[in-house]
Nanobody, 121 residues
C-alpha cells in the first residue's frame, strides 16, 4: 500500500512561484518513479512532470518546460514540484503519483488527494 499526501498549494499571482511537496508513506520509496499531474474543472487530468527512481532523469510536459522543476529526496520519502513564472493556465488541482517501476513506463498506480493551485491574473 502506498499513501501520498500533497501540500504547498495556494493562491499566487501570475509570474509568482510556488513549491509543492508530496510525502510518501511506503516501505521502499526509491522503488517508485514519481510524477505530478494536474486537473482543472471540466478538463482531463494531464501529465506535468515525472522523475526516475534514482532522480537522475526528469520529464516535463511542453507547457511547463523551463518553468517547473521536479525533484525528490529519497532519504525523506518526498517529491517536490518547484513552479516558477506561474500563469493563470496553471490553475488546477495538482496530484502526486507513484509508479512502481521506471518513469518511462508511465504507469502511475497510486495517487494523492491533490492540492489546489490558483494563479490569478
Amino acid at each position: 500500500q502506498v499513501q501520498l499526501v500533497e501540500s504547498g498549494g495556494g493562491l499566487v499571482q501570475a509570474g509568482g512561484s510556488l513549491r509543492l511537496s508530496c510525502a510518501a508513506s511506503v516501505r521502499t520509496f526509491s522503488a517508485y518513479s514519481m510524477g505530478w499531474f494536474r486537473q482543472a474543472p471540466g478538463k482531463e487530468r494531464e501529465f506535468v512532470a515525472a522523475i526516475s527512481r534514482g532522480g537522475l532523469n526528469t520529464y516535463y510536459a511542453d507547457s511547463v518546460k523551463g518553468r517547473f522543476t521536479i525533484s525528490r529526496d529519497n532519504a525523506n520519502n518526498s517529491v517536490y514540484l518547484q513552479m516558477n513564472s506561474l500563469k493563470p493556465e496553471d490553475t488546477a488541482v495538482y496530484y502526486c503519483a507513484a509508479n512502481p517501476g521506471p518513469a518511462t513506463t508511465r504507469i502511475f498506480l497510486y495517487w494523492g488527494q491533490g492540492t489546489q493551485v490558483t494563479v490569478s491574473s
